[in-house]
């Protein structure tokens, strides 16, 4: 076989163009072109080894399979047409086919709706972090009590006419324990505490302002949010509903104006599950 020849001359000038992820060593390259005029013709082997010259030894020998090797894929790749056949690193073969997963259940949705005099509420109620608890309960009202809301920490419904109504589950206190929370803040006043039934249940029923001489801006909210909050205020007073919920507490709080009107409807509340 002579210097030449087609394919040593097609690999010889590949050696010297071909860089790859890892270039081959100098002084490999230079024995593999080295080694190129002294090849013996061979009858033609089957696969890569029609490739392998016999009388190479060590580096050359290996090297030149390599470029052999990577020749075979270069032209793999001509040929296919830069078809995307498989990414680096993932298997040749077909991967098993999985089992079908399972559908994930449905994300919870807050919902309010009005029909015939009695509002319904699905609220899905936050219990730590990424974690809710879908609240379902029903209570009569008009369908203007329902014309906004808001989902948040707390779920807050703004009527139409103004005021605002305001639901929180309070996961760290019992009924009683959050009572006594509120009772105990500096500069807070408890007033017309009640017992009263609320959906079956025992409840209690209060009303609650900033005591004389503190301003809202210095005392705590009565309800924390992300994004809002409920203050108290001086002038009028916020009333409060506690009800128990399995071992929680869940409160309604209301303003003065219209502390009456929900006062009726938390008379026909009554918990959905």
Known sequence: MTRGDDFIQRLEDYLDEFEGLTPLPGPVRDSVRAALPEMKQARPLSG????????????????????????????????????????????????????PSEPSPAACETDLSYESGQIDIAWCAPTGPAETERLSFAMDGPDSWIDEYFPDRNLWVRPADGGAITFSLQTDFTAEAWLDEVSNREGY??????????????????????????????????????????????????????????????????????????????ETFTWRD
């Open 189 to 266: 006043l408890m007033e017309n505490r009640a017992d009263v039934t609320i959906g079956g249940s025992p409840a209690v029923v209060v009303d609650v302002r900033l005591s004389p001489g503190t301003s809202s801006g210095a005392a705590p909210r009565l309800l924390e949010d992300v994004s809002a909050g409920w203050s108290l205020s001086e002038e009028s007073s916020t009333r409060m509903w506690v009800l128990d919920r399995d071992g929680r507490a869940f409160v309604v709080v209301t303003g003065e104006e219209l502390a009456d009107d929900v006062a009726g409807a938390m």
């Open 48 to 99: 890569l080894a029609r490739y392998m010259p016999m009388n190479l030894k060590g580096p050359a020998q290996f090297a030149l399979a390599a470029a052999a090797a990577i020749l075979i894929v270069a032209g793999g790749v001509f040929i296919l047409g830069g078809q995307n056949i498989g990414g680096p690193g993932e298997p040749s073969s077909s991967p098993e086919p999985s089992a």
